[in-house]
């Protein structure tokens, strides 16, 4: 299972095997803070098109077109969430952005569950 939460959120029981999807590591946070097992900057959307995107909600279709062809070039970091989420059970992927709806987290949850 598949699911996303923002990191800045208290970790739950239930989030299994947490990973942050951030390239950057969140402001206000210690690296020690949060529980995160696995910081998979790599995984993020180049930093051309993290500064492009800036989490403006009217760039969000074109982010997600834009940010698919990136993760097709990713194939050995998406197989390892693969693996992990067979591991695991559940992998929650942590993303530090405000907006819970348009951010890289979706995107990769959507690719990962084969989904649009």
Do not use: C
């Amino acid at each position: 299972m598949i699911q996303i939460a923002r990191i800045y959120d208290p970790a739950k029981k239930s989030d299994g095997w947490r990973v942050l999807v951030d390239r950057l590591w969140p402001g206000r946070l210690k690296r020690k803070t949060p529980r995160v097992d696995l910081w998979m900057k790599d995984i993020a959307p180049s930093n051309a098109l993290r500064k492009w995107f800036g989490h403006k909600p009217e760039r969000w279709p074109q982010f997600r077109r834009k940010y698919r062809p990136e993760l097709t070039q990713k194939k050995e970091l998406l197989a390892e969430l693969k693996r992990a989420e067979k591991v695991h059970r559940k992998v929650t992927l942590l993303f530090g952005a405000k907006d819970p709806e348009h951010n890289q987290a979706v995107v990769l949850a959507n690719v990962l569950k084969n989904k649009k």
